[in-house]
T-cell receptor, first 113, second 117 residues
């Protein structure tokens, strides 16, 4: 099963709040989990990525939490800002494969000023 | 990180015609991919562009409709052939496996917005 399920479809957060986006996968062969941020009219930009040998990775205001046993991972955006308003995609791939990414369905985040 | 450019950035085409999209990476990459993204939707992989050999297509995509070339490690083209309005979409090129980053990091171009009338 190659699917990656992402939720919620849309999210509205007040400025300064925490945005949380969740993803779940079935294929236990997945071992690389990136998050992409996409602004309207632009290509997706790599935000942060994690491998399953760690449970958490933090870069600035962005944190990935990874639960290998539950086959779930999530993106937390602390102190959310209006400039974070974008569509966020989780993805997964298999190291040693053709580096093909399987994308989640996307979450449209709106941060209110 | 690499910079990936695409040409054209957008185009409006007539039904039955073909359009070739160019993708240029500013450094050599092992892998290049082509995706399609409907507005407001997720990305769907069309094919992996293999240097010096035929592209590898995903289920639902065929070479006659989407011929791909990759003459070297920095350049690829995707042709959308015999277009119909259903081909209206955003086409994205990506690259990974560059010496400057993790093998799995994949970077995307800005996309080509295609409208077929």
């Amino acid at each position: 099963q190659q699917q990656v399920k992402q939720s919620p479809q849309s999210l509205i957060v007040q400025k300064g709040g925490i945005s949380i986006i969740n993803c779940a996968y079935e294929n236990t062969a997945f071992d690389y989990f990136p998050w992409y941020q996409q602004f309207p009219g632009k290509g997706p930009a790599l935000l942060i990525a994690i491998r399953p040998d760690v449970s958490e990775k933090k870069e600035g205001r962005f944190t990935i939490s990874f639960n290998k046993s539950a086959k779930q991972f999530s993106l937390h955006i602390m102190d959310s800002q209006p400039g974070d308003s974008a569509t966020y995609f989780c993805a997964a791939s298999i190291l040693g494969s053709a580096r093909q990414l399987t994308f989640g369905s996307g979450t449209q985040l709106t941060v209110l000023p | 990180s690499a910079v990936i450019s695409q040409k054209p950035s957008r185009d409006i085409c007539q039904r039955g015609t073909s359009l070739t999209i160019q993708c240029q990476v500013d450094s050599q990459v092992t892998m290049m991919f082509w995706y399609r993204q409907q507005p407001g939707q997720s990305l769907t992989l069309i094919a992996t562009a293999n240097q010096g050999s035929e592209a590898t297509y995903e289920s639902g995509f065929v070479i006659d409709k989407f011929p791909i070339s990759r003459p070297n490690l920095t350049f690829s083209t995707l042709t959308v052939s015999n277009m119909s309005p259903e081909d209206s979409s955003i086409y994205l090129c990506s690259g990974s496996g560059a010496i400057w980053g993790s093998y799995n990091e994949q970077f995307f171009g800005p996309g080509t917005r295609l409208t077929v009338l």
